[in-house]
């Protein structure tokens, strides 16, 4: 197999002046909402000042959890032992580039560069990659499927329209010049490799359980951040109810490639738990909490961790 050509200097400039574009172009929005709808977010500040500290505790401790259950799925997507505290480590350190990069590009450069530094080669790293990507995705919309049946209602299809069709038809039509595009084989070979990988992990059961128990503890304790929060805050809302709203603007956020969903997650789950009756302030307050225990106060630690990898030689 023929190695993929090396980026130039002048595509990697391109690359980080589109990216770059891109996150000013994001700041600046997200800056614009700010200054609008100030009065709101500073009421919410206010209303999360005077949370319940207990509940604020728990949720601190089910976001440092998050880290080692992503560990612990990365662990599971590849057949050899990873080092564990270094492993962990890189997941933190991830999750600090994830907000300096757009679509999860940051997190996924320093996973790989890890892997890489681990002894795989860099095909076999972007497939564990892709192994742990496919198995969060799974997980996701199996909970989502369960909460939508425990808490029926809350998810509501869009009616069928004209542009619903025509956007059902675009898919189609997309899907179908993929198929037909020149890189397809390649992609068919990925994809290829991809199924291989996730057939090794499961010859080996305790991988399996690796790979699957951290990709739902991920996307359970992301979820009970969120319910730990409301329940600070005293808002009347279920947990299996909070958790499939997250669940379900996380994913929809995630068609949007902005640094760590800054701006669309905020959106999208200021979105649902003001269609679920909360109030603008509360669903404020809501957001605030979670974006600070999972990205604010983590991220300094995280850049630090990462400048120490470096340093290291572990990335």
């Given at each position: 197999m023929t190695a993929p050509p090396a980026l130039t200097p002048t595509t990697t400039r391109k690359r980080a002046y589109w990216q770059a574009a891109l996150t000013l172009a994001v700041l600046v929005t997200v800056v614009c909402l700010v200054r609008r709808h100030w009065s709101v977010l500073a009421s919410g500040a206010g209303r999360l000042a005077g949370a319940d500290q207990g509940w604020m505790l728990v949720a601190a401790t089910a976001a440092l959890g998050t880290w080692v259950s992503s560990a612990l799925a990365q662990q599971g997507a590849v057949p050899q032992r990873l080092p564990g505290r270094r492993l962990v480590a890189a997941q933190l350190a991830a999750s600090a580039?994830?907000?300096?990069?757009?679509a999860g590009l940051g997190a996924g450069a320093v996973n790989?560069?890890?892997?890489?530094?681990c002894g795989l080669p860099v095909g076999r790293s972007a497939s564990a990659l892709a192994v742990k990507a496919t198995a969060g995705v799974v997980v996701r919309i199996v909970l989502i499927g369960v909460l939508a049946a425990v808490c029926p209602g809350v998810l509501r299809l869009p009616p069928v329209s004209l542009g619903v069709v025509g956007a059902v038809l675009a898919i189609v039509a997309l899907v179908t010049v993929l198929l037909n595009c020149p890189l397809w084989p390649r992609c068919r070979r990925a994809l290829g490799t991809v199924l291989a990988d996730i057939r090794a992990?499961?010859?080996?059961?305790?991988?399996?359980?690796?790979?699957?128990?951290?990709?739902l503890a991920?996307?359970?304790?992301?979820?009970?951040?969120?319910?730990?929060?409301?329940?600070?805050?005293?808002l009347p809302l279920s947990p299996a109810r909070v958790a499939l709203l997250y669940l379900a603007a996380s994913s929809a956020a995630a068609l949007l490639p902005t640094p760590g969903g800054i701006g669309s997650l905020d959106a999208a789950l200021v979105f649902a738990l003001t269609e679920s009756g909360t109030t603008a302030s509360a669903a404020a307050s809501v957001v605030i909490g979670y974006r600070l225990l999972t990205?604010?106060?983590?991220?300094?630690?995280?850049?630090?961790?990462?400048?120490?990898?470096?340093?290291?030689?572990?990335l």
């Open positions: 580039a994830n907000h300096v990069l757009p790989l560069r890890f892997l890489m530094r992990v499961h010859a080996r059961p305790h991988r399996a359980v690796a790979l699957w128990g951290g990709s991920f996307a359970a304790l992301h979820s009970l951040v969120l319910i730990c929060v409301t329940q600070a805050i005293e990205v604010w106060l983590p991220l300094i630690p995280g850049l630090l961790v990462l400048g120490m990898l470096v340093r290291r030689k572990s």
